[in-house]
């Protein structure tokens, strides 16, 4: 069973940045395109985030100019730069694969609060 371990979260202060790193272990890692989605307390999970299995990143308006996607392909990993944190962007962030494929791992927490 495919598993997606999210890591990178934490608090930060409004302004600040974090980097988010999910490892996939999944041998085919390359052949899918990969998204990071959020999700706050009483609300739907979201996508913010995703990447082309060329490499291409898109991004929901809320975060654009924001955030950055990236993907290392021999590590199996994918990446969410995100600068200029705002406290709406307090959640707990998942990847997955763009559909959904595999079950959701545990998350981790970004907290942006003063």
């Known amino acids: 069973q495919v598993q997606l371990v999210e890591s990178g979260g934490g608090l930060v202060r409004p302004g600040g940045s974090l980097r988010l790193s999910c490892v996939v272990s999944?041998?085919?890692?390359?052949?899918?395109?990969m998204a990071w989605y959020r999700q706050d307390v009483e609300k739907q999970r979201e996508w913010v985030a995703f990447?082309?299995?060329?490499?291409?990143?898109n991004y929901e308006d809320a975060v654009k100019g924001r955030f950055t996607i990236s993907r290392d392909n021999s590590k199996s990993t994918v990446y969410l730069q995100m600068n200029s944190l705002k406290p709406e962007d307090t959640a707990v962030y998942y990847c997955?694969?763009?559909?959904?494929?595999?079950?959701w791992g545990q998350g981790t927490q970004v907290t942006v609060s003063s």
């Open positions: 990447i082309t299995r060329g490499g291409d990143g």
């Open positions: 997955n694969t763009l559909p959904v494929m595999y079950s």
């Open positions: 999944e041998s085919d890692f390359s052949l899918n395109a």
